[in-house]
């Protein structure tokens, strides 16, 4: 099943099961998972600004699960540590691609954290 399909058949359910499955995939895709969270979450405003007007309960449960999905990657990425996050293979991780954010990670930690949420990841 392709994603249109299945974001097709998904985005109908959003005035009945909306938020959790909103926090579920926001949650994921902020914890690296394959998930289409930034889609998800422009979807659930379209189709609840058509059927229920209030758009503060997704915007809740997006915000939500990006900030609890964020904590919990750090939280596995530190857990877990270089040589197991290179083992899984669909997160494309080298050594060679730890180097350069660990250095711009010791000049400008906090701010390199909360610059990082507003750009888009690239292509791998």
């Not at 109908?12 to 690296?32: D, E, K």
């Not at 939500?64 to 857990?79: D, E, K, N, S, Y």
């Amino acid at each position: 099943m392709n994603l249109l399909n299945w974001l097709d058949r998904l985005l109908p359910q959003l005035p009945h099961y909306g938020f959790a499955l909103v926090f579920l995939m926001v949650f994921l895709s902020n914890i690296g998972a394959p998930f289409p969270g930034k889609v998800m979450l422009s979807g659930a405003g379209f189709v609840w600004a058509r059927t229920a007007g209030s758009l503060w309960e997704p915007m809740l449960a997006g915000t939500l699960a990006a900030f609890l999905g964020g904590i919990c990657a750090f939280w596995l990425g530190r857990r877990l540590g270089h040589e197991r996050l290179e083992r899984i293979h669909w997160l494309h991780l080298t050594q060679a691609r730890f180097e350069w954010p660990e250095r711009l990670f010791k000049r400008h930690g906090d701010k390199t954290v909360f610059l990082a949420r507003f750009f888009p990841k690239g292509p791998r």
